[in-house]
């Protein structure tokens, strides 16, 4: 991936140069274009059969390198041409993005980290958030977003176990690296210790509602490839009760303990990937974010993913077989 990352980078530098005092709403057509090639680059690797995993890893850095420009742009000009005084704020990834996964048309879930006491954040805190989600906005993003000071994003994770699983996965991208420091150390201090058994019994109670609404079978015809059974979301639950078990977002933490051998890690690791690579097909198939394998698109992913033909049977039945 370094290969890859370090052109991106280049083609970042040249881009997306900053253009002293430009509104970053100035710069648009420039992250369009940015955006354009970069998200071409991706899709002719995932063609050239690429894993799941790293397609979506590579596109999570891009949205990274992109957001980090936008964040300096949007810093830069409310200080010098807003001439407001900075106060320190920090943008967080959550979620599927926090983790270093996204799909082609996923949600770009990101918080906005501050440490003001009174309701409202300051002056300058404003316009940089405003003029951030409105350029997201304007690049076509579907944008997830909240603006917390610590203490409200620690409260509303114990208050709500989606929004601590979302938080869980939290993710550094651009302002006070300090201010997300302190939210980590509190976070892990006020929102995990201490609530490891409620947090596993509520997962696993999602688990099964996600489950039963789903079918109760991974032998669906049309399988919900995120949330149903043997899904994206099973594995990922698995991370999520794990870090609160052994304190790490890793299967490698169940090798040896009488949960996984080495063998069933890389066996659901492999299964993982395939979901994933599946998953931005069918966002490339749709032109859009879904998670459903419907019957009459089934045929021309299993030719987009250049299934071999295997005597008469369809090539749809080829790929169902190799995801049940």
Request: hydrophobic share 35%; aromatic share 8%; net charge neutral.
């Amino acid at each position: 991936m370094s290969r890859h990352l370090d052109k991106v980078l280049a083609h970042a530098e040249r881009q997306l140069a900053p253009v002293g005092g430009s509104r970053p709403a100035e710069l648009l057509a420039r992250y369009k274009k940015f955006l354009r090639i970069e998200e071409h680059r991706l899709r002719l690797k995932h063609q050239a059969g690429v894993g799941g995993r790293e397609i979506c890893g590579r596109r999570s850095k891009l949205v990274d390198l992109l957001l980090r420009h936008i964040f300096a742009s949007a810093d830069s000009f409310a200080q010098s041409e807003g001439q407001l005084s900075a106060t320190p704020l920090t943008l967080v990834a959550l979620g599927g993005y926090g983790r270093g996964e996204l799909n082609p048309c996923s949600d770009v879930d990101v918080m906005f980290l501050h440490n003001e006491k009174a309701e409202s954040v300051s002056p300058y805190a404003a316009q940089v958030i405003e003029q951030i989600l409105y350029l997201l906005w304007d690049i076509g993003f579907k944008v997830g977003h909240s603006t917390r000071s610590a203490p409200e994003a620690l409260a509303e994770a114990n208050n709500e176990m989606l929004t601590k699983t979302s938080m869980l996965e939290s993710r550094f991208l651009a302002g006070d690296k300090e201010l997300e420091q302190l939210f980590r150390e509190e976070f892990r201090e006020k929102c995990v210790q201490g609530h490891e058994h409620s947090y596993v019994e509520a997962r696993m109670e999602d688990q099964a509602t996600r489950h039963a609404k789903y079918g109760n079978s991974v032998y669906m015809q049309e399988p919900h490839v995120k949330s149903g059974c043997g899904g994206l979301r099973d594995y990922q639950n698995l991370l999520w009760m794990t870090f609160f078990r052994e304190g790490a977002l890793t299967t490698t933490h169940l090798v040896g303990k009488d949960w996984l051998s080495l063998r069933d890690q890389r066996r659901i690791d492999l299964a993982y990937d395939f979901l994933l690579r599946l998953r931005t097909e069918l966002h490339y198939v749709n032109g859009r974010a879904t998670d459903v394998l419907h019957l009459n698109f089934q045929e021309t992913i299993a030719q987009r993913m250049r299934y071999p033909a295997k005597g008469r049977a369809p090539l749809s039945e080829v790929l169902m077989k190799d995801y049940y």
